[in-house]
């Protein structure tokens, strides 16, 4: 069992940053990828950024030159830097974990990301 939990958002202006942070209750070691994923009110929950165990990265074109996945494997914790915020931006961010094998996921239980001025 993977415990996963979210901290970091908050409301901000347009045109401000935010990092989330995601702290896993295991080693980074035992996780094949981590994920970000976000959920606005009334709209389906979508794919922000991936990182997988050997470093490679993907972005949601929405996202891409604006946010950045990375982790730091001594404190088992993923990181969401997001810059340039947009109104759009706004929704619930939840971090997730696929174990070895992709046998398992799991799910932090998300921090809201409100920009607004």
């Known amino acids: 069992q993977v415990r996963l939990v979210e901290s970091g958002g908050g409301l901000v202006q347009p045109g401000g940053s935010l990092r989330l942070s995601c702290a896993a209750s295991?080693?980074?070691?035992?996780?094949?990828?981590m994920r970000w994923y976000r959920q606005a009110p009334g709209k389906q929950r979508e794919l922000v950024a991936l990182?997988?165990?050997?470093?490679?990265?993907h972005y949601a074109e929405s996202v891409k030159g604006r946010f950045t996945i990375s982790r730091d494997n001594a404190k088992n914790t993923v990181y969401l830097q997001m810059n340039s915020l947009k109104p759009e931006d706004t929704a619930v961010y939840y971090c997730?974990?696929?174990?070895?094998?992709?046998?398992?996921?799991?799910w932090g239980q998300g921090t809201q990301v409100t920009v607004s001025s």
């Open positions: 997730n974990a696929e174990s070895l094998g992709g046998a398992s996921s799991y």
């Open positions: 295991v080693s980074s070691f035992s996780i094949n990828a």
């Open positions: 990182l997988w165990s050997l470093g490679s990265t």
